[in-house]
């Protein structure tokens, strides 16, 4: 498809692939909320979404009126012990890695809470993810990750080149940083040439829970002499791959990551590379 100047498919063609890549779009926003969960609230603050066995669980620590159950913000940093004592019986799993708690994405932190416990309670989850590309005669390549098969997430499936939560106390471009050297040896002066491109937020139900999810996507423009090394264990081998092959296989199949699909419209949107006929795709990303 080169760089979309005159290779893009047939109108019908065209539709077809915006109707399917609409679909993986649409799977991220299945969540009906509240549905039958009640507001989770610290104070005045809305901040996620429980299930009313959890909240009956929760006992005192809340104070439930109609369908708002709320903490007092005195109480707040009690949230996360709470919620590890809880987590076997409800079926999550605690990873040893706090999540900043927030109204909004850019609103004050008002407590932490283990990041396997955040769909629980459906609670906002930040993280970030580059989009690493090379230019070529023939096009624009896109860097894609392969998963590690240990990974308790998505194990084996594509991924961006790096991507990680931005954990408590953490910027987003901090985190960008620390993970295209943790997941791509990626040196600092080089990840800091990226530039936030999009927000991308969803919410989703997910065997794990209520995913709230804002995902801060970056672009990287690489060299030809640039190859990620994976560092940390976390990913099995990178691709450069054309990014006008890349629809295809996002739509064939569920060999991307659910939420990556998002980026990766995103990305091929703004670089030409997919029509949008309609307009469909960027009002159903939401992007700001």
Request: charged share 20%; net charge negative; with cysteine.
């Amino acid at each position: 498809m080169g760089n979309g100047e005159d290779q893009h498919p047939p109108a019908a063609s065209a539709a077809t692939l915006d109707a399917a890549l609409l679909a993986l779009i649409t799977q991220c926003h299945n969540a009906i909320l509240p549905g039958e969960r009640l507001t989770l609230a610290i104070g005045a603050a809305h901040v996620g979404y429980i299930a009313p066995a959890l909240a009956t669980a929760l006992g005192s620590f809340v104070t439930i009126e109609g369908r708002t159950a709320t903490i007092d913000p005195a109480e707040a940093d009690r949230l996360n012990p709470i919620a590890t004592s809880l987590a076997a019986q409800f079926g999550y799993r605690t990873r040893g890695e706090d999540f900043d708690v927030r109204h909004a994405p850019d609103s004050p932190v008002l407590t932490q809470l283990d990041r396997g416990a955040l769909p629980a309670f459906g609670i906002i989850g930040q993280g970030v993810h580059l989009n690493g590309y090379v230019r070529r005669s023939d096009g624009i390549h896109l860097w894609i990750a392969r998963r590690s098969a240990t990974k308790k997430l998505d194990p084996g499936k594509l991924d961006n080149i790096v991507g990680g939560g931005v954990s408590a106390g953490m910027t987003p471009f901090e985190t960008l940083l620390k993970e295209a050297a943790e997941e791509a040896a990626m040196p600092a002066t080089l990840a800091a040439r990226a530039t936030e491109t999009a927000r991308i937020a969803y919410d989703m139900e997910r065997p794990e829970g209520l995913r709230r999810d804002v995902l801060y996507c970056y672009d990287l423009e690489l060299s030809d002499d640039f190859t990620p090394q994976a560092a940390d264990g976390e990913v099995e081998a990178f691709i450069l791959m054309p990014a006008a092959a890349l629809p295809a296989i996002m739509t064939a199949g569920d060999a991307v990551k659910f939420n990556v699909n998002l980026v990766l419209i995103d990305f091929l949107l703004r670089h030409g590379v997919i029509d949008d006929l309609t307009g469909a795709l960027r009002r159903a990303l939401g992007v700001s």
